[in-house]
């Protein structure tokens, strides 16, 4: 009875460490609730840059459409313009033109080359004011 007895502590069976599923919970709703608030901070912004956006587009429209009637009537001038410096063109090249120079002397001044006859045109139907 005098044995030499081994010191050593009862035997208790190992217990496995559970895991406290609550903070993994609360970790896990705690990073959900940052992704949704960050998800409705990235939305808010997105909405605020659209609507900054379509406003200035509201802003813009009148100012484009403006500008585009401008732009039309000065189409429509440009054109005019043309028109009329074709004409002209003509005339400054039928003017020099030494073919015609004495046809546009004529017209201008109305004296008449010597050789010409003059040609005047009456009514027969018309009495002359001097038979009365």
């Known amino acids: 009875m005098n044995a030499i007895q081994h010191s050593s502590p009862p035997l208790q069976p190992i217990q496995k460490r559970q895991v406290m599923p609550r903070p993994k919970r609360h970790l896990r709703q705690r990073s959900h609730q940052v992704m949704a608030m960050e998800v409705t901070a990235k939305i808010a912004v ?11 587009l509201v802003q813009l429209l009148p100012y484009h459409w403006l500008q585009q009637e ?4 000065m189409r429509t001038e440009v054109k005019q313009m043309e028109k009329r410096v074709e004409v002209l063109q003509a005339e400054f090249s039928r003017n ?13 001044s109305y004296r008449f080359d010597p050789n010409q006859r003059q040609i005047v045109l009456m009514n027969p139907d018309e009495t002359p004011a001097s038979g009365n």
Do not use: C, G, W, Y
């Open 46 to 56: 997105n909405i605020a840059i659209s609507t900054a956006a379509v406003s200035a």
């Open 70 to 73: 401008k732009l039309r009537e």
């Open 96 to 108: 020099f033109d030494p073919h015609q120079a004495k046809s546009i002397m004529q017209q201008q």
